[in-house]
Structure formats: structure tokens, C-alpha cells
């Protein structure tokens, strides 16, 4: 038995609703709940949260956009660096406020409009390039300085993606990494090019 015409399949079993092939389903279920963690477990990750701090962040002298270098007879503009640090969050503390940041990943955000190159400092790494798009990374740091808050948290940046476990149980945390954030995030990607785009976002947003 199918379910058809959009009708309400909350008196049907899920083999009726998958057309008497449930074990796919069901397969699929329980290879999810095998890599479910505790609470205590992602309670214990957060508790040592890791965040871009803008306290320790350095950055070339000249203003953005502003220096040039020579190529062939022309010049092209030469973005600065800024290097953010990456710190832990003490453990048990709990009391720093930051920013947890939403966006898009493999956006189609244009590199050449970012201010700054960002470079990422991990505890006793070398630095590396930071592979979220530096406009994102301008936009997050402009705002939590608009609200004078110094950490950020940015799961490309703070969860570590080569390392299996850190993700596993990070993604499962994520909503405690949210609701504890002073503040959260949401970058909108698309361009907001008329006045009708600006009124509806100002509604959604009241």
C-alpha cells in the first residue's frame, strides 16, 4: 500500500507508508542511533568550546583595499592579512559571551570582495588559510564588534573537520552551542537589490 493524493498517512504503519518495504528504513535507523552520543558527552564538548578571538587577532597596518602591487605594467589591489588566534573555552566556566555564526557552506560569496585574507591561528600550529570565504569572516567580525563581543564560533573553523570524532559529536551538540551563544548569526547570501526584497526581509525580521 502506497500513499497517494497527498492524503494523511498518520493511521498508517510506516511499512504501509514506504509501500511494505519498511526495512530500508528502518536499516537506516538504527545505523544513525550507532553513532548517537550522550548528553553527557556533548555537554562535556561544549564545556570546551573553541572560538575565534578577536582580542588576538593582528593585522597588516595599512587600511583594506588601500595597498597595490605591480603586475606587469598595471596594479591590482593587494588584500591584507589578518591572523585570528583560536582559543578554548575554559573548562566548567561557561560565562564568555560570543557570537555562534550560520551560513551557507560553498556559497558562491565572491573572494574578491572580502576586506581581508584571514588566516587562522590553531594552539601550537602554524597558520593556516582560513577556508571560510573571507567575506563571511568580515561580516561576523564587523558585527561582533558592532556589540563589543570578542569570540566567535564558526563550525568550519572551530569544529576540526579532519578529525572524525571532533565532528561526530560537534554536530550533535549543535544546539547547545547556539542556545549558550550571546548572540547568534544567520549571514543572508542573497543580494537584497530593491525595495520590496529590503521590506520583506524587515517583516520576516520583526
Not at 572580502?114 to 561580516?139: F, M, N, W
Not at 561576523?140 to 573553523?157: M, P, R, T
Request: charged share 25%; net charge neutral; aromatic share 6%.
Amino acid at each position: 500500500m502506497s500513499l497517494k493524493d497527498n492524503k494523511s498517512d498518520t493511521g498508517l504503519t510506516l511499512s504501509q507508508i514506504h509501500g511494505g518495504k519498511s526495512s530500508g528504513l528502518v536499516n537506516q535507523l538504527l545505523a544513525l542511533q550507532n553513532h548517537t552520543i550522550s548528553r553527557k558527552q556533548a555537554e562535556r564538548w561544549v564545556s570546551q568550546l573553541r572560538f575565534l578571538s578577536l582580542s588576538g587577532m593582528t593585522e597588516d597596518d595599512e587600511p583594506p583595499r588601500k595597498r597595490c602591487r605591480a603586475t606587469g605594467d598595471s596594479e591590482t589591489p593587494h588584500i591584507p592579512v589578518r591572523r585570528v588566534p583560536l582559543t578554548r573555552r575554559r573548562e566548567d566556566s561557561g560565562t564568555e559571551r560570543y557570537i555562534a555564526l550560520s551560513w551557507r557552506w560553498n556559497d558562491p560569496l565572491r573572494q574578491g570582495t572580502a576586506a581581508y585574507e584571514y588566516y587562522i591561528q590553531r594552539p601550537g600550529k602554524s597558520p593556516h588559510r582560513s577556508t571560510v570565504p573571507g567575506l563571511c569572516l568580515d561580516r561576523a567580525i564587523a558585527f561582533a564588534q558592532a556589540y563589543d563581543i570578542d569570540l566567535i564560533w564558526i563550525d568550519k573553523e572551530c569544529i576540526y573537520q579532519e578529525e572524525e570524532e571532533d565532528k561526530r559529536v560537534g554536530i550533535q551538540a549543535m544546539d547547545l552551542v547556539y542556545s549558550q551563544s550571546s548572540l547568534s548569526l544567520g549571514l543572508l547570501s542573497a543580494t537584497v537589490e530593491t525595495q520590496w526584497q529590503l521590506n520583506c526581509l524587515s517583516k520576516l525580521l520583526s
